[in-house]
């Protein structure tokens, strides 16, 4: 490996780590400021009445739910709309991560209240403009430049 290929990888990996992080601070804070929408029915609904309002869709997913061919068909559709109205869209694994940052149960708990379905997450014009959301956009806007529509981002375990 030449150094340039070692530097390169290095900064690739600590872009991937800043960008999840302020996915995750941004997924928090929106979620603060009640501009979260969350599955896949719900997001479906407010972009068919209100899609001007969406700044930015996250669809998340782990190995397991690859193989889910509705899940996959809802993804596509959900895709196609957002980058037909110029929504940001961004792919998450990490699905125990996803749900510990929204202080979401991972099953379901002794009140028989089942978890929200975290697949699709809709963030909402927040009341303030996010430092966060800008990075996470300019993320999104660097990926389609390379012609890679939907970037992904693995979120760690901590």
Known sequence: MTLEELVGCNS??????????????LLVAAQRQNCLTVGVYESAQLMNVDPDSVVLCVL???????????LQIHFTLIQA???????????????????QVLGEPL???????????LHCILVTNPQAEHLKLNEVGSYCKES??????????????R
């Open 60 to 70: 998340a997913t782990d190995e397991e739910d690859e193989n889910d061919v509705a």
């Open 12 to 25: 690739t990996d600590r872009k991937m780590e800043t960008v999840s992080e302020a996915l995750e601070e």
């Open 81 to 99: 709309f957002c980058c037909d109205i110029d929504i940001n869209i961004v792919r998450v694994s990490g699905m125990r991560r996803l749900a």
């Open 107 to 117: 099953s379901t708990d002794n009140n028989a209240n089942e978890p929200r379905d």
């Open 144 to 157: 389609r430049c390379r012609n890679q529509w939907v970037p992904s981002i693995a979120l760690q375990e």
